[in-house]
């Protein structure tokens, strides 16, 4: 089965600073997609970065950077120099395809984010 | 890119009565949908995935005769909350696979807040 473990609730970081956000993931499938979305309270999901999992390559996007380890089944989102327009809440999601998983996409708990001024 | 749309993007009705919410790709074919249920500060649990031409499979734990989903088309999903209660009162987002392309990723509508009075 799988499991997505966001076991941050909630971090404050004050702006300007970097702030990590922890994910781990559980699955049988040696295919799968992992994902990190951000909600703003508005609640439409923002599609951030999918990764799949032959690729291990960390990945840089402006502030934004993933780290994936298959090796701890971990894929860990960092912001760096936060922003307040980054205040949202972030979910990190886990798909798996074909006969066993449908293609259903599971998401983690999510990690609400505050950035003060 | 692919948009999916969701229609209405707010409705409050009186307890008891039936509510229809509808979910379009629009710019591509979705054989397969997906439900999705948010209560406040919670997050994103799966309902229910939607194919198109065949019933839908529900998660455990969902009321299939509460929840009535209907794929008729390669576009469009609709999801009825039949004798809807207070209780039933939450965030519903629906997602869509394009169907062409071999990609476990989904395309999230807005969302749709479920107000039950």
């Known amino acids: 089965a799988q499991k997505v473990t966001q076991a941050q609730t909630e971090i404050s970081v004050v702006e300007k600073e970097d702030v990590t956000l922890d994910c781990v993931y559980e699955t049988r499938d040696t295919t799968y997609y992992l994902f990190w979305y951000k909600q703003p309270p508005s609640g439409e999901l923002v599609f951030l970065i999918r990764?799949?999992?032959?690729?291990?390559q960390n990945e840089i996007s402006g502030r934004y950077s993933w780290n994936f380890q298959k090796s701890t089944s971990s894929f860990n989102f960092t912001i760096t120099a936060s922003q307040v327009v980054d205040s949202a809440v972030y979910f990190c999601?886990?798909?798996?395809?074909?006969?066993?998983?449908?293609?259903?996409?599971?998401f983690g708990a999510g990690t609400r984010l505050f950035v003060k001024a | 890119g692919a948009v999916v749309s969701q229609h209405p993007s707010w409705v409050i009705c009186k307890s008891g009565t039936s509510v229809k919410i509808e979910c379009r790709s629009l710019d591509f074919q979705a054989t397969t949908m997906f439900w999705y249920r948010q209560f406040p500060k919670q997050s994103l649990m799966l309902m229910a995935t939607s194919n198109e031409g065949s019933k839908a499979t529900y998660e455990q734990g969902v009321e299939k005769d509460k929840f009535l989903i209907n794929h008729a088309s390669l576009t469009l999903s609709t999801l009825t909350v039949t004798s809807a209660h207070p209780e039933d009162s939450s965030f519903y987002i629906c997602?869509?696979?394009?169907?062409?392309?071999?990609?476990?990723?989904?395309?999230f509508g807005p969302g749709t807040r479920l107000t039950v009075t």
């Open positions: 999601a886990l798909s798996e395809g074909g006969y066993t998983g449908g293609f259903k996409t599971i």
């Open positions: 997602s869509a696979r394009d169907s062409l392309v071999s990609s476990y990723e989904q395309y």
């Open positions: 990764r799949n999992s032959f690729d291990e």
